[in-house]
């Protein structure tokens, strides 16, 4: 994350982003991501003194400015008119060292739809993108980023591509598998997309499990699991750092991530032998 030089503040569990003076119409837009001490917040509209954000701060800032940081990919907030093919930048920062011909740039309609296009020309001198597709919604002000790139070495293992490719925007979880080498000493990596979409969508019921290691189970923010027992013809995992079980409920036909009391963090409707990769 980067951040535009300047300080803000906001009172716990307000909606209220305090801008200190500054007025950020034209250089923040409504559906980008900030993040305000260590909270990541959607905005749901930028005021001349305020910003009022889709859901609250939860810890607030104590009653002190703090920076505001913005997205790292991001160009600035672009304008478009509807029926154009055009965009017209408004940023400090020169466009044609931030987006090449043939990149693919992503910004909000005027209803807030996400959209991807490719970039067919730069002009630097008026900051302004040429895109391949005409813009056919309403003319809008929207927050414009550009692809994100990774350098990825020659012999990156599975594990180094899997954590290369989940650091980009909208990737979401990947899976990995590295063969090779060939007798030219070259490898070929299998990449397969496990989740629709990046960290921040997630949704509430959601289950990703990493078969990194050859006897147990990685989940996502909880650490390995270990098979530790048998149910149903079907291996049992526990974790061992946190009081949580994964197993397969066979009335529902469901893999269920269970606490210890029984109550149910998430699941996935499959009736695989092992845990399913996905969902």
Known sequence: LGNIAIKVKTEAGSREVDTMGYDLTGVLAVGEKIMILNEVVEIAFVGKAALLLTYYHVSGTGGNSTKLYVMDNRIGVGSFEAGTNLISVNSDADVQGLVEIDDYVMFYDSKGKEVVVQVTAVDSAANELYLKSLLDNTSCLTALFARKRVL??????????RTLIEALPGAGSVEVAR????????????ITFSSS??????PSMCLMVHTDASKGIRVEG????????TRNG????????????????????????VMNSNAV???????????????
């Open 197 to 202: 979409d990046g960290p921040f969508a997630c």
């Open 152 to 161: 990825v070495k020659a012999d990156a293992t599975a594990n180094e591509m």
């Open 222 to 229: 909880l650490g390995n699991f270990l098979p530790i027992s």
């Open 234 to 257: 079907r291996p049992f995992y526990t974790s061992l750092t946190h009081m949580t079980t994964i197993g397969f409920n066979s009335d529902s036909a469901n893999w269920e991530l």
């Open 265 to 279: 963090i998430a699941k996935v409707n499959n009736s695989s032998k092992t845990v399913p990769l996905s969902e």
């Open 179 to 190: 063969f090779g080498p060939s007798t030219c000493n070259g490898y070929t990596w299998s």
